[in-house]
Nanobody, 122 residues
Framework: HVQLVESGGGSAQAGGSLRVSCSAS????????MGWFRQPIGQEREGVAA????????WYADSVKGRFTISYDNAKNTMSLQMNSPKPEDSGMYYC????????????????WGQGTQVTVS
């Protein structure tokens, strides 16, 4: 079992910045892919960004390209999402996810999940 714990979240003004992070359990190994999903109230969960932890290749949803940056700190086994110039439509519950194999941009195939952290942009 891969334990993922989100941190950060909170609120930000439109055009400001916000950062969320996700740490794997202290005894877990690096996962092949890690990604961020979000679920706005009343909407379905959607992929936001993903990263190949072994090489840094990244994927972003079109809606966040140029504004969000995903990163992975191998030493800390921690993934972060820097959200610059967030918009109200970026609000929602943000979930950390991971998978062990495959293409990281295939967002439907993630099978390890954190509990989520709320992001509110006004």
């Amino acid at each position: 079992h891969v334990q993922l714990v989100e941190s950060g979240g909170g609120s930000a003004q439109a055009g400001g910045s916000l950062r969320v992070s996700c740490s794997a359990s202290r005894n877990s190994k690096r996962r092949h892919c890690m990604g961020w999903f979000r679920q706005p109230i009343g909407q379905e969960r959607e992929g936001v960004a993903a990263i190949y932890t072994g090489g840094g290749s990244t994927w972003y949803a079109d809606s966040v390209k140029g504004r969000f940056t995903i990163s992975y700190d191998n030493a800390k086994n921690t993934m972060s999402l820097q959200m610059n110039s967030p918009k109200p439509e970026d609000s929602g519950m943000y979930y950390c996810a991971a998978r062990d194999t495959g293409l990281c941009e295939i967002m439907s195939a993630y099978n390890y999940w954190g509990q989520g952290t709320q992001v509110t942009v006004s």
